[in-house]
């Protein structure tokens, strides 16, 4: 071809090679947060341009190809890490980790399939692989192809590299800048280094927090002395999904959140309840619920996998396990997102566990959500609340139906009506469509927002209907909704409150400051979600017997 059409040829290798610059240059200043995208971030000079240029301009020819390929292809790998890093910031407030966030990756996956169907998920995972596949190899050869092109006119880049470092120095030292940005850049060693950090800090947090776990207040205190006060009562700890400050105060979701938990309160006040509500901040943001109940219920902070792990594989006293020890109460998990085997469940002192499989219910998935939390409710109502029995309840119960993507949206049904849950059939089939959902902001906001009305009404309706004076409920927030709801740099606040008939029981936490009813107020005191168990056990008579060291 070079000899049949030189022009031609001429004009594919020079794009060839243009292309190749700006692939290399544009991944080199690339960031690694989806704000930062903004055509100034590439009005830059990369330092790591120059260096690798007089890099490979003293190398003779093989060791200079091997050495452009291998830099190439880690150009690659830093760069799906920025990706990666702009996706988990994007959905769970927090950038990937390089040592644990893998195995999150196939979750992930199985949330896309539940969300918007398999053949999405499929193609979805093809994407990705080609991509995270192809982007090392094609990056790697831009940079042998680089490397060439400066090798075939010595003399002129010898020149070239020198003047760019001598640019690039002065910039740096004057602190030059051109459309608000410096034009001195050594973002991909910056990025580098900061991987490398995070993998290095996440090894050593290992070691420590297992230190923490071996020191617990409660860990000794026998059955008898843990939760006295609460002796005969019903005690429900409940997790409403995606729960958080937002719902409460953005300008979108709030006034509904407010006016249902303003009216629900005024109804359970009817049925003659009070409550007492405050602020949480939770470990985790825009998902991974298990890391926000492991936190809320043993006391540690728990916000990586690493950490959830290295508690759930170990003896730490939670509340949940606190009932079983006193060896007075049924202690049983509502848990309507669990599809597979949940070994944890003996370490949250939960004797029998109910799953998505175990509650009867025939009626259609709601997204992710296996099922409306009033069908979930109506059967923890069957299976075990309404039983006679010789020992009072301790139940963990997780509702789902406010998890992403908010579409379609169980609506309430009469509580006589809800039989196995094919009722919800149509109104499943009437509801918005995930994908349409998905991809509109404001749709998102507006449908979190009616999530979260709906499941608050649920429960608290249950409370009504089926609550007595020795059921005590506490329900919170698991982390706040993913940023494209809440909004960026929002808080990790969630709600939580104690409702009760029995005086006594809120009488207990009257030093906490908690605002009357189920909203918490601006002034309302924020505690971090780990110092919620402590904090109860005191207040409800658990005497300290240290373990650990």
């Given at each position: 071809m070079r000899d049949r059409h030189p022009k031609a040829a001429l004009v594919v290798r020079r794009g060839v090679t243009v292309g190749a610059a700006l692939l290399v240059f544009g991944l080199l200043l690339l960031p690694n947060a989806a704000g930062a995208l903004r055509p100034n971030r590439f009005a830059r000079i990369p330092a790591e341009a120059i260096v690798g240029a007089v890099v490979l301009l003293a190398l003779p020819r093989r060791p200079r190809r091997v050495v452009a390929a291998f830099a190439g292809a880690v150009l690659g790998g830093l760069t799906l890490l920025n990706l990666l890093d702009i996706g988990y910031t994007e959905y769970l407030g927090r950038p990937f980790n390089p040592v644990l966030d893998w195995s999150l990756l196939q979750d992930a996956r199985s949330y896309v399939?539940?969300?918007?169907?398999?053949?999405?998920?499929?193609?979805?995972?093809?994407?990705?692989?080609?991509?995270?596949?192809?982007?090392?190899?094609?990056?790697?050869?831009?940079?042998?192809?680089?490397?060439?092109?400066?090798?075939?006119?010595?003399?002129?880049?010898?020149?070239?590299?020198?003047?760019?470092?001598?640019?690039?120095?002065?910039?740096?030292?004057?602190?030059?800048?051109?459309?608000?940005?410096?034009l001195a850049s050594d973002r991909a060693a910056r990025a580098l280094e900061l991987q490398a950090r995070r993998a290095v800090v996440t090894v050593q947090d290992e070691a420590e927090f297992e230190k923490e776990t071996e020191a617990d207040a409660f860990g000794a205190t026998p059955g008898a002395q843990l939760v006295p006060d609460l002796r005969g009562k019903d005690v429900l700890f409940t997790f409403v999904e995606s729960y958080g400050r937002t719902a409460i105060e953005d300008p979108v979701s709030g006034p509904g959140v407010d006016r249902t938990l303003d009216a629900s309160t005024e109804a359970l006040q009817k049925a003659g309840f009070r409550a007492r509500s405050g602020w949480l901040t939770s470990a985790t943001y825009g998902g991974s619920s298990w890391l926000g109940h492991s936190t809320f219920l043993s006391g540690l902070w728990v916000d990586n996998q690493q950490r959830y792990r290295t508690v759930t594989s170990g003896d730490r006293l939670t509340l949940t396990e606190a009932f079983r020890r006193t060896g007075a109460y049924d202690t049983v998990g509502i848990m309507p997102g669990v599809q597979k085997s949940w070994p944890e469940a003996d370490f949250f002192g939960l004797d029998k566990v109910y799953n998505a499989f175990d509650m009867g219910y025939e009626g259609p998935k709601f997204s992710w959500s296996t099922m409306p939390d009033q069908y979930a409710l109506e059967a923890f109502q069957r299976l075990e609340h309404s039983k006679e029995r010789t020992k009072p309840l301790m139940a963990e119960i997780v509702l789902t139906s406010s998890h992403q993507p908010w579409a379609p949206l169980p609506r309430s049904v009469g509580w006589d009506e809800l039989g196995d849950g094919r009722i919800f059939g149509p109104i499943e089939a009437a509801g918005e469509k995930a994908a349409d959902v998905v991809a509109d902001s404001a749709k998102s906001k507006r449908a979190y927002g009616e999530s979260v009305e709906y499941s608050v009404t649920s429960l608290t309706q249950w409370l009504e209907r089926y609550g007595t004076g020795d059921t005590v409920l506490v329900f919170l927030g698991d982390h706040q909704p993913i940023a494209r709801v809440s909004g960026d740099h929002a808080s990790r606040d969630v709600p939580v409150s104690i409702v009760a008939k029995d005086p006594k029981v809120l009488d207990a936490i009257d030093d906490w400051g908690w605002a009357e009813g189920l909203r918490p107020g601006d002034t309302t005191p924020v505690w971090k979600m780990s110092a919620f168990r402590d904090r109860f056990l005191t207040a409800y008579g658990s005497t300290p017997h240290a373990s650990g060291k």
């Open positions: 399939a539940d969300s918007l169907g398999g053949a999405t998920a499929a193609w979805a995972t093809v994407g990705a692989l080609v991509v995270a596949v192809l982007l090392p190899v094609v990056t790697a050869l831009a940079v042998v192809r680089l490397g060439e092109v400066l090798a075939a006119h010595r003399e002129r880049a010898n020149r070239g590299a020198l003047i760019a470092a001598t640019v690039w120095i002065t910039c740096s030292a004057l602190g030059l800048q051109l459309f608000g940005m410096p």
